[in-house]
């Protein structure tokens, strides 16, 4: 019998760990194996830890994360060949990946069978992000590659504009993720024939720091306020002087929580025609 694969999409800040997180949070009686990018941002309560090592965190309830290497195939090898084998696995691309191209990459492997590609859409900043003419194809593409485009960070049911906006860009009946029992979404998507070809889109500039430096905690939020125009994405964990904060930035919505940390780990995300890692860690490490 082969193993069905659904590939998790979704632009940078999208909502695509909350999604992964409620699903393996959900009782579905599955044993879902999880392919992801890194395991700091999947926050897993510890009661439902039964065993983790450096690329793989087992789960009380069948379920698995591994770590999603540089070569997709082998991941998926391995996720197939070590232990019990998934009811169902999981694939979640990067916020600038491109779903049809690893969607053409596993339709070779006669384990697997393609059960869909999910889009997250932010439905907060979905307008701007179409607004914006070097965003918007990569965006678009993500969207009209879904079999299912899901839409978060909405408090209500989506306007009127919005769901015109997400049609003509070739969504296909988007839906609220809070009006969604999630884990039927693996068995209802009825994937469409594959015929797209991944589009071109702008190159973009990686940047992570880590260190054990304790901030003053006004000169944060300074910081934050005069961050580079071009940096669309960072998350991470930052000390300061007034405990540790779990730190998200999505475009210009800034987001800093208490949380424990024992170390500053960030990551940043944007297009390499907007801001340069030089800019970045100007930024970063300066007064």
């Not at 991941?75 to 691309?93: C, F, W």
């Amino acid at each position: 019998m082969r193993t069905p694969v659904t590939i998790i999409s979704g632009y940078l800040g999208a909502g695509k760990t909350t999604l992964i997180n409620a699903l393996l949070g959900e009782d579905h009686g599955l044993r879902l194996a999880v392919l992801v990018n890194d395991f700091g941002s999947i926050n897993i309560d510890a009661s439902l830890i039964a065993d983790a090592d450096v690329d793989r965190i087992a789960l009380t309830n069948g379920c698995v994360c591994c770590s999603l290497g540089d070569d997709l195939a082998l991941s998926v090898n391995e996720v197939l060949t070590r232990g019990k084998q998934p009811d169902h696995i999981l694939i979640e691309a990067s916020g600038v990946a491109e779903p049809v191209a690893i969607a053409n990459a596993l339709l070779n492997d006669s384990r697997l069978s393609y059960a869909g590609i999910v889009t997250v859409v932010d439905g907060s900043s979905f307008s701007t992000l179409m607004d914006d003419p070097l965003l918007k194809p990569q965006v678009a593409q993500q969207i009209c590659a879904a079999d299912l485009v899901l839409l978060s960070k909405l408090d209500s049911a989506p306007e009127t504009e919005l769901l015109d906006q997400l049609r003509q860009v070739g969504a296909r009946t988007p839906t609220r993720i809070a009006d969604m029992e999630l884990s039927r979404m693996l068995f209802d998507i009825v994937p469409l024939p594959r015929g797209m070809t991944p589009a071109p889109h702008p190159g973009y500039v990686s940047w992570q720091h880590r260190s054990k430096t304790v901030m003053d905690r006004r000169a944060l939020g300074d910081k934050l306020a005069d961050r580079p125009e071009g940096l669309y994405r960072m998350k991470g964990f930052v000390l300061t002087s007034g405990g540790a904060y779990e730190l998200h930035i999505v475009g210009r919505h800034v987001e800093a929580r208490r949380c424990d940390a024992d170390e500053t780990l960030l990551v940043a995300l944007g297009p390499e025609q907007r801001v340069s890692h030089a800019e970045i860690e100007a930024w970063w490490s300066g007064p």
